[in-house]
């Protein structure tokens, strides 16, 4: 499972290269064969009512999850360069290595922000939505810096010179700090591109799913997962949050997380064993089925 996170990093950079490409390209020909890397971006589609992109990527949402977040989206990468170099940096108290860590969703938090730029695009009020959204931010600095405003090929900048560079620059280093001190925070508590993946990505078709057979309890693929959402004792994967970034897979030795489309249980469970109907066996042939916890309370009695 190494191959699909290898995969999976080497198509998202090789998508950030290209997208930066059409964002400096000043030429039709080229804005031509690159175009569609800002045009499969999320708010600009819906914004300029792009049917075929919002269906797109709902439905691929409804059957693998978040994987807009792990390969098309550019502060996704820009949050797993910097997320990568706090890992190696972070330190404990003690000084061992400050690994991550499952928590609760700011389910409030994350939803109300959403609502938020909802009603200010509803309004026609887009500068909220602009210093937030992934795209948005992206293309308004690398179009500034590049003096591309004026002739960018998709006409979406609408922070122009230094207040749009000022203002994409502080959003920028604001997510890196978030990610490099604890990984995909900005995800799955601000960007409303994420909040809005994360309601269909809940019900998603094929989901990865931790095996409580294989699992080991070892806890390595919790402390490899950047959006904190494995709870490794519990078996569980908060999907909502999940970006599909497959740490966890290549973590774990025992090949216990895997896709699948059914919830995996333990197949012995303890108290399945214990109150298993169980035959009795008079003079070599089985006889009716009893109930082994009230047969054992029986023996007890008498
Ligand atoms: S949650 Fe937002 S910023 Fe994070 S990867 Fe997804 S779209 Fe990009
Ligand atoms: S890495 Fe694998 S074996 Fe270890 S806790 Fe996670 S799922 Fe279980
Ligand atoms: S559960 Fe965590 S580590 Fe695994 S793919 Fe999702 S975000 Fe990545």
Redo the contacts with the bound molecule.
Sequence with gaps: MKRLKILRIVFSVAFAVLLTLALLSHDPQQASWLGWTCRLQLLPAVLSLSAGVCLFWLAVTLFIGRIYCSTVCPLGVIQDLFGRIGKMLRRNRDGSLRLYRYSQAENRLRYVILGVVVICIMAGQMFLPEIIDPYFVFANLIDNLSGAVSDSMLGEVVLPGALGIAISAVTLVTVSALAFKNGRTFCNTICPVGSSLSVVSRISLLKLE?DPD?????????QECKASC?N?KA?TIDYSRCVLCMN?TA????H??RFSATRKRLSTPLMQQINRKVPQMTAGRPQQAVDASSTASDTRRS
Excluded: P, S, V
């Design positions: 931790i294989l699992c080991t309890n070892c806890g390595r693929c919790e494995i490794a078996h966890c973590a774990c030795n025992d216990a997380i």
